[in-house]
């Protein structure tokens, strides 16, 4: 209970305060009023005479004066209350919000952190926070002189679900793997998402290799247990391949990388569970070295391209050039795509090699088309670069930038990467095909070789593999098969191109089957691009270096 001392004296700490905007004019107001009462009081009683003396006795005679003298005070203390309350309540508001704010944005912070680290379907720790974490439980292992296990895991069959049920069936099979997978384990092991239908697990302080058996045999029994979806009954079985610290690494790249390799035997062998060997990657030294040498590779500007020249099977004029990318490795040498392309396309590195590889070639194509040579390029694309949703606008931009027309441009896939996810891929290729860059298929019948998809996409160009055209100089079976392909194509209104043309034998009989365009060490080498402008001297380029649009 507040005491009326208490009362007291906050009301005298009120007045003490300085003076605010409200008591000034209230004291002002109430001034007025007591001045005019007075002078219109003493007037009156005076007879209408206005006398000082009469406003002595008004103002000392009349009661209701005295009580009028008192509003200054009154109204200056109400002032002087009321903004202070207000601004009580002002600043309380603030504090609210301000408060409100700031947990807001805390939560967005976190909200925004937790994003950043862990997977959107699954919820569970992405790569980054998975190298993280592993990086962690080896330093405590080191610390502890403890092994530790890390495990890489790849669904089997779950593409066959994305193409048959679509990828909304298919998320929702990830999600249910994923709580499957989880709840296989104890809480001490890390289950994250590394992405598409791959997971990584880390289990710190290992025992022995039995305690990993025991995970993998709980992981691969909850993950057999049938999915229902569309009123389909589904199973589920995984390959895994495990590491251990310190046996096979010591670092979170090697040991991830060589669970990986692992995974790929028991997925090869059909055996569910293999531990990292030696023995499975022969080569793995020098290719985690490249692995980890290839991030510099562009910023030390050891990339190059070559071209080679593709020319018109009937008159040899000119048709285009392919880019070919080429690794100078200060120590190794010049290394084959085969080399790294694969490493590549592993650690996700693909995106920025293939960016490089576009920019300098179109970069190349304009300065000879500066010159009078409209010389077509043609670049090689993987999987991961037609899944990439913003990978079409990637390819306008860079035409644009270098003023370059739609037509300078032929992007090759295999048939092998339409597999990964032919609707995302159909979808990269179609916008492809709307801005008006070609597209072929290299390598073609030695991989998803189906009238289905090649009626489908809207591709300008096939490529028989090389395979195909050494068998031309074999037997007779070889040209009837490469006759029936070109007749395939043509009856669907595609382009025909014939790599691995070696000798000149090849040469002359391709034209008389109907191809349209040949390639190979017979026509023409790789090449630098400075030496491209005095191969070209004195040559035609084709008409049909630039073919009409594709109409279907």
Not at 208 to 231: N, S, W
Request: hydrophobic share 40%.
């Amino acid at each position: 209970m507040i005491s009326a001392k208490q009362v007291l004296q906050e009301n005298v700490r009120l007045l003490r305060t300085k003076a605010s905007k409200q008591a000034i004019i209230g004291t002002i107001i109430a001034l007025v009023t007591v001045v005019v009462a007075t002078i219109l009081s003493a007037y009156f009683s005076n007879h209408y005479e206005l006398t000082l003396p009469g406003i002595i006795h008004a103002q000392s005679t009349n009661p209701v004066l005295w009580l009028l003298d008192t509003t200054p005070f009154v109204f200056g203390f109400w002032g002087q209350y009321t903004s202070t309350i207000i601004a009580y309540e002002a600043g309380a508001m603030v504090m609210d919000q301000t408060s409100d704010l700031r947990t807001q944005t805390v939560a967005l912070e976190n909200r925004i952190s937790h994003e950043s680290t862990h997977d959107k379907l699954t919820d569970l720790p992405n790569r980054v926070l998975f190298v993280d974490r592993l990086d962690q439980a080896l330093q405590q292992a080191h610390n502890e002189e403890k092994p530790l296990g890390v495990l890489f895991l790849d669904l089997d069959g779950f593409k066959e679900i994305n193409d048959s049920l679509g990828h909304h069936s298919g998320d929702r099979v990830l999600k249910s793997a994923a709580s499957r997978i989880r709840n296989a384990v104890n809480e001490s092991v890390t289950v994250a998402r590394l992405g598409g239908d791959e997971f990584g697990l880390i289990m710190p302080r290992l025992k022995k290799e039995i305690d990993i058996l025991a995970t993998v045999k709980a992981i691969r029994k909850a993950l057999e247990a049938p999915y229902t979806l569309e009123g389909i009954s589904l199973s589920l079985v995984a390959s895994i391949g495990a590491t251990i610290y310190p046996v096979h690494g010591r670092d979170a790249d090697t040991l991830i990388q060589r669970a990986e390799v692992a995974m790929y035997v028991a997925k090869k062998d059909r055996s569910g569970y293999t531990l990292y060997s030696p023995e499975q990657d022969k080569n793995s030294p020098h290719r985690l070295v490249l692995l980890g040498e290839l991030r510099q590779a562009i910023q030390r500007q050891e990339l190059t391209l070559e071209y080679q020249p593709i020319v018109n099977a009937r008159d040899h004029s000119v048709h285009g050039l392919e880019a070919l990318v080429r690794w100078q490795h200060e120590r190794h040498g010049l290394l084959q795509p085969d080399e790294f392309i694969p490493l590549a396309e592993r650690s996700g590195f693909i995106h920025e090699i293939t960016n490089w590889v576009l920019r300098h070639a179109l970069e190349d194509a304009a300065a000879w088309h500066q010159k009078g040579m409209a010389l077509p390029v043609s670049v090689n694309v993987t999987a991961a670069n037609l899944l990439d949703p913003e990978f079409a606008n990637t390819v306008a931009a860079l035409l644009a930038s270098f003023k370059l027309p739609e037509r300078a441009l032929t992007l090759e896939m295999t048939e092998t990467t339409l597999l990964n996810d032919q609707e995302r891929a159909y979808e990269t290729i179609t916008r492809l095909s709307s801005l008006g860059v070609r597209t072929s298929i290299d390598d073609f019948g030695t991989g998803y070789s189906s009238l289905a998809y090649l009626r489908k996409l809207p591709v300008s160009n096939i490529k028989i593999d090389r395979s195909f055209v050494a068998d031309l100089t074999r037997d007779e079976g070889g040209e009837v098969l490469i006759n029936a392909i070109i007749q395939l194509a043509h009856a669907l209104h595609l382009h025909v191109t014939a790599e691995g043309v070696e000798n000149e034998h090849v040469a002359e009989r391709l034209p008389l089957l109907g191809c349209d365009a040949m390639q190979g060490y017979g026509i023409g080498r790789p090449m630098p691009a400075s030496e491209v402008p005095a191969w070209y001297a004195g040559r035609q380029v084709s008409d049909e270096s630039n073919p009409p649009p594709q109409t279907r």
